[in-house]
């Protein structure tokens, strides 16, 4: 089996793709210090695949950390690159910290990867690049440099390290991966999105309020010119993001390409904030109390995929709908509940 590294593999897409991975016939490798995971999803990982995980925890921004995994676990076929920081209002407010890890955990595996002879690079960029984008749904040739968020401008200044990195080295193989905004958790319901603190996320703050551990979801605007007045977003299940991660690996495989393939992600449809409250409500039976508070910083009003090129170059189309992704949400939820009543006792 071929051994792929995902840097950020115990995270929440990271840890999906890492089942994908091994359903695949990969052996994925985890590097991961767990500031934003937690040794649940590991265990998680374990009893869904039948296969203990392989972790390194170690902070993907260490060249020194990052050599000792490749010393260790390698030759590796290519990695996936997950590890970063991922949200919008709080790149606001901590903008250094995002720039130093977003850019500089990219930089290190790059330079360590030159090292080890590692060609084949996956790239997990974000919808965010492209800021408001002018013309919707938004394809991959428009403008990523209009990003809205430092969140949004650290994916801008990796794409181009990576274009960099490429022109300096032809041998280079890389897919981007431009994901909308993932959603969901596995079918089992033995991992899922676990933020760590208050959610920056709708979907876990959605879930969280459902079950009661908040009082109530704050919807952040409506006032935007869309037709409830909230935010639209193209929500995609993070099992079909998942799975585009092993359909890149395997173009890697099969051809070698004169530039970084940059692909979207998405379902190619926007849904409104509120439309995900009431699917929610609609499919399992539980209200979730709101308020309507001011517009957010960073944040724009809509943004959805055209997503005809990740059908034609991955062979990629999105299999689970938005109840399909509200419903694996509220598993996962009522998993943590369950399992965090037996562990108080």
């Known amino acids: 089996m071929k051994k792929v590294l995902?840097?950020?593999?115990?995270?929440?897409?990271?840890?999906?793709?890492?089942?994908?991975?091994?359903?695949s016939g990969y052996t994925p490798v985890i590097m991961d210090d767990l500031r934003n995971s937690h040794e649940r999803i590991l265990q998680g990982l374990a009893e869904i695949t039948g296969v203990p995980p392989i972790v390194h925890r170690a902070d993907c921004c260490d060249p020194a950390a990052m050599d000792r995994v490749f010393d260790t676990e390698g030759p590796f076929f290519g990695a996936i690159h997950f590890a970063a920081y991922?949200?919008?209002?709080?790149?606001?407010?901590?903008?250094?910290?995002?720039?130093?890890?977003?850019?500089?955990?990219?930089?290190?595996?790059?330079?360590?990867?030159?090292?080890?002879?590692?060609?084949?690079?996956?790239?997990?960029?974000?919808?965010?690049?492209?800021?408001?984008?002018?013309?919707l749904p938004v394809t991959e040739d428009a403008p990523a440099d209009k990003a809205n968020s430092p969140y949004g401008y650290t994916k801008v200044v990796c794409e181009q390290l990576l274009r960099d990195a490429k022109h300096s080295d032809p041998e280079l193989n890389i897919v981007i991966l431009r994901y909308f905004n993932p959603i969901g958790?596995?079918?089992?319901g033995l991992i899922g999105e676990l933020p760590v603190g208050i959610p920056n996320n709708l979907v876990p703050y959605v879930v969280q309020t459902a079950a009661g551990e908040r009082?109530?979801?704050?919807?952040?605007?409506d006032d935007?010119?869309?037709?409830?007045?909230?935010c639209q977003r193209d929500f995609i299940h993070v099992v079909d993001l998942a799975k585009a991660h092993v359909k890149a690996l395997d173009l890697l495989a099969s051809e070698q390409l004169s530039e970084c393939e940059v692909i979207n992600l998405g379902t190619g449809k926007a849904v409104s904030v509120l439309e995900v409250v009431r699917t929610f409500a609609q499919v399992t039976g539980?209200?979730?109390?709101?308020?309507?508070?001011?517009?957010?910083?960073g944040d724009v009003a809509t943004v959805h995929a055209e997503t005809s090129k990740s059908a034609r170059v991955l062979g990629w189309t999105c299999a689970y709908s938005l109840a399909d992704a509200l419903q694996d949400s509220w598993r996962w939820q009522r998993y943590l509940t369950a399992t965090a009543a037996v562990d108080r006792g």
Do not use: M, W
């Open 6 to 23: 995902v840097t950020g593999g115990a995270g929440f897409i990271g840890s999906h793709t890492c089942v994908e991975l091994l359903a």
């Open 86 to 135: 991922k949200s919008v209002n709080e790149s606001v407010e901590r903008p250094l910290d995002y720039y130093e890890n977003n850019i500089g955990s990219l930089a290190t595996l790059l330079r360590v990867a030159a090292r080890h002879g590692l060609q084949h690079i996956v790239f997990s960029s974000s919808c965010a690049v492209y800021g408001q984008a002018k013309v």
């Open 185 to 188: 958790a596995h079918p089992s």
């Open 215 to 221: 009082p109530s979801l704050t919807i952040y605007g």
């Open 224 to 230: 935007y010119g869309t037709p409830d007045g909230t």
């Open 286 to 297: 539980v209200d979730v109390p709101y308020i309507i508070g001011p517009r957010r910083a």
